[in-house]
């Protein structure tokens, strides 16, 4: 039921506003057959989520290491923790970048792969 | 080895047993380089620690189940698998486990590197982690060894808490504090990650949000902690990304304590 008073007032009726032209409608294309649905393979690229990774280079080893060095340093410049425990970290660090590096006989067998396949 | 073709629960696209053996001679010296680099990094022999035989092993298990019509490359498939069979072996071997004259605290930093190989499983496939921000070059590789930095600082201050040895004690307050000032939902994540051995995977399913998510987080409490270390003090707690607000808002409602916070307060009593 229309209660009028729950109506507010009504304002005044705006200006009509210019039309644009109307666009041309573009011609339909004609709908392509659905085809069947291949398998989804596995997602390709890197084990890291969130972003590209960066490729661990064995020409990079003294360069990798001795940043180490110098991160830490400025880590625990004005750390209090014993410098056992600084040691500890930074020899792990180094150990697990070490261990992830492929030597050159190593880095030829993948340079050889990806040329193959190019 | 069964002399017959692997099938795959997947697809019947596989390999005969030629075709995986042709994949494991193509293979083998760069199994074995992968063999050689964790023993390296160790300072173990690669040979007579066995991590030759464990390198091929895995490589002829991956060859058998190799499934090329996934569209992997076969060694982005099969190095992170070599490089675990290969620690493994590295770490049954005698040059591992017999006392040296390595001190105590080379037999720690062995024991904080493998679990950085947990940790940041990018390192297997021979990648360095990755910050949230578009660096490159140089200044991506330092913030990515700030990252290991401060992921076996953590691993460290665990140990040196489950540490029975008053000698191998390492001083843990500080790091617990400034764990303990972070919000309640990020002492968590780095208490399911580094104290309980929570993949991010499992963290973000018991959520139920993507596991980007907690990815992300991670990232960024591994830079907000480097900054407390580095400054030897603590900071105004990271903002909560809006990926994980439903979770901490969740968390407050329910009134949780942060585990960090119970035991930066039991440590003091």
């Given at each position: 039921?229309?209660?009028?008073?729950?109506?507010?007032?009504?304002?005044?009726?705006?200006?009509?506003?210019?039309?644009?032209?109307?666009?041309?409608?573009?011609?339909?294309?004609?709908?392509?057959?659905?085809?069947?649905?291949?398998?989804?393979?596995?997602?390709?690229?890197?084990?890291?989520?969130?972003?590209?990774?960066?490729?661990?280079?064995?020409?990079?080893?003294?360069?990798?290491?001795?940043?180490?060095?110098?991160?830490?340093?400025?880590?625990?410049?004005?750390?209090?923790?014993?410098?056992?425990?600084?040691?500890?970290?930074?020899?792990?660090?180094?150990?697990?970048?070490?261990?992830?590096?492929?030597?050159?006989?190593?880095?030829?067998?993948?340079?050889?792969?990806?040329?193959?396949?190019? | 080895?069964?002399?017959?073709?692997?099938?795959?629960?997947?697809?019947?696209?596989?390999?005969?047993?030629?075709?995986?053996?042709?994949?494991?001679?193509?293979?083998?010296?760069?199994?074995?380089?992968?063999?050689?680099?964790?023993?390296?990094?160790?300072?173990?022999?690669?040979?007579?620690?066995?991590?030759?035989?464990?390198?091929?092993?895995?490589?002829?298990?991956?060859?058998?189940?190799?499934?090329?019509?996934?569209?992997?490359?076969?060694?982005?498939?099969?190095?992170?698998?070599?490089?675990?069979?290969?620690?493994?072996?590295?770490?049954?071997?005698?040059?591992?486990?017999?006392?040296?004259?390595?001190?105590?605290?080379?037999?720690?930093?062995?024991?904080?590197?493998?679990?950085?190989?947990?940790?940041?499983?990018?390192?297997?496939?021979?990648?360095?982690?990755?910050?949230?921000?578009?660096?490159?070059?140089?200044?991506?590789?330092?913030?990515?060894?700030?990252?290991?930095?401060?992921?076996?600082?953590?691993?460290?201050?665990?140990?040196?808490?489950?540490?029975?040895?008053?000698?191998?004690?390492?001083?843990?307050?500080?790091?617990?504090?400034?764990?303990?000032?972070?919000?309640?939902?990020?002492?968590?994540?780095?208490?399911?990650?580094?104290?309980?051995?929570?993949?991010?995977?499992?963290?973000?399913?018991?959520?139920?949000?993507?596991?980007?998510?907690?990815?992300?987080?991670?990232?960024?409490?591994?830079?907000?902690?480097?900054?407390?270390?580095?400054?030897d003090k603590a900071f105004e707690?990271?903002?909560?990304?809006?990926?994980?607000?439903?979770v901490a808002l969740d968390m407050?409602?329910?009134?949780?304590?942060?585990?960090?916070?119970?035991?930066?307060?039991?440590?003091?009593?």
């Amino acid at each position: 039921m229309n209660d009028k008073k729950d109506k507010k007032g009504i304002s005044g009726v705006e200006r009509a506003q210019k039309s644009s032209s109307i666009k041309q409608v573009e011609s339909v294309d004609e709908v392509t057959r659905v085809t069947k649905t291949e398998r989804v393979g596995k997602a390709r690229g890197s084990s890291s989520v969130g972003g590209a990774t960066q490729k661990l280079l064995y020409e990079d080893r003294e360069k990798l290491l001795s940043l180490v060095d110098e991160e830490a340093e400025k880590l625990f410049e004005k750390s209090n923790l014993p410098e056992g425990q600084k040691k500890v970290i930074r020899d792990a660090v180094k150990m697990a970048i070490d261990g992830s590096l492929l030597d050159e006989e190593g880095i030829a067998v993948e340079g050889k792969a990806q040329d193959e396949k190019s | 080895m069964a002399d017959e073709q692997v099938t795959s629960e997947e697809s019947k696209e596989v390999l005969s047993i030629d075709e995986a053996n042709e994949l494991v001679e193509e293979h083998r010296g760069w199994a074995e380089s992968i063999a050689r680099s964790v023993a390296r990094g160790w300072n173990l022999d690669w040979q007579s620690d066995g991590l030759d035989g464990a390198a091929m092993e895995a490589l002829i298990f991956c060859s058998r189940r190799f499934n090329p019509s996934l569209g992997i490359p076969f060694r982005g498939y099969a190095r992170r698998r070599i490089h675990e069979a290969s620690t493994e072996a590295a770490r049954q071997s005698k040059g591992w486990i017999k006392p040296t004259s390595a001190s105590q605290y080379d037999r720690l930093a062995k024991e904080v590197s493998v679990e950085l190989f947990d940790l940041f499983p990018e390192l297997r496939s021979g990648s360095l982690p990755m910050s949230l921000d578009e660096e490159s070059g140089d200044q991506a590789m330092r913030v990515s060894i700030r990252q290991l930095l401060v992921g076996a600082t953590l691993v460290t201050t665990r140990q040196g808490l489950a540490s029975s040895s008053p000698d191998e004690l390492l001083d843990t307050k500080k790091v617990i504090s400034f764990l303990a000032h972070l919000e309640v939902i990020h002492q968590i994540i780095f208490w399911r990650i580094y104290w309980d051995g929570d993949s991010m995977r499992t963290i973000a399913s018991d959520w139920e949000m993507d596991e980007l998510n907690v990815i992300r987080e991670h990232k960024a409490l591994l830079d907000h902690l480097q900054r407390a270390i580095q400054k030897d003090k603590a900071f105004e707690p990271l903002k909560v990304r809006p990926g994980l607000k439903r979770v901490a808002l969740d968390m407050k409602r329910d009134k949780t304590i942060g585990p960090f916070t119970k035991l930066f307060s039991e440590q003091r009593t």
